[in-house]
């Protein structure tokens, strides 16, 4: 997963890793450390999800980033759905996708 994410984050041309970088998507520079050198014992579905969404990942690289960690975005569920529809749309604002989400009273992805 790790050796993945770096692919990722240099082909989308990610900055310099500060706890600043991701913003938005509320991850620190200790967790991105620790989940590129994979270095963490369990992984968290929505924070892949939030890095997926920060780094604008197409569907299909979203899939592969989740099934490597273990997860998938399930057509069953609802909240998985909605994030599945963004992404197909490459709309990746997080403020929008969690309005969504409160809007139908589902789980955020923080």
Same mark, same amino acid.
Do not use: C
């Given at each position: 997963l790790g050796k993945?994410?770096?692919q990722l984050?240099?082909?989308q041309g990610l900055p310099?890793?500060? /706890?600043?970088?991701? @913003?938005v998507a509320s991850i620190t520079k200790s967790y991105?450390?620790?989940l590129v050198n994979d270095k963490l014992p369990a992984f968290d579905k929505d924070?892949?999800?939030r890095i997926s969404i920060y780094l604008r990942l197409n569907l299909n690289r979203t899939?592969?980033?989740l099934s490597k960690a @273990?997860?998938?975005?399930s057509e069953e569920?609802?909240? /998985?759905v909605i994030i599945t529809y963004f992404i197909e749309i490459r709309n990746y604002d997080l403020h929008e996708i969690e309005k969504t989400l409160k809007e139908r009273n589902l789980r955020s992805l923080y």
């Open positions: 993945y994410l770096r984050a240099i082909e310099p890793v500060s /706890d600043a970088t991701f @913003g991105w450390s620790r924070k892949l999800i899939l592969n980033l @273990g997860f998938t975005l569920n609802q909240k /998985d």
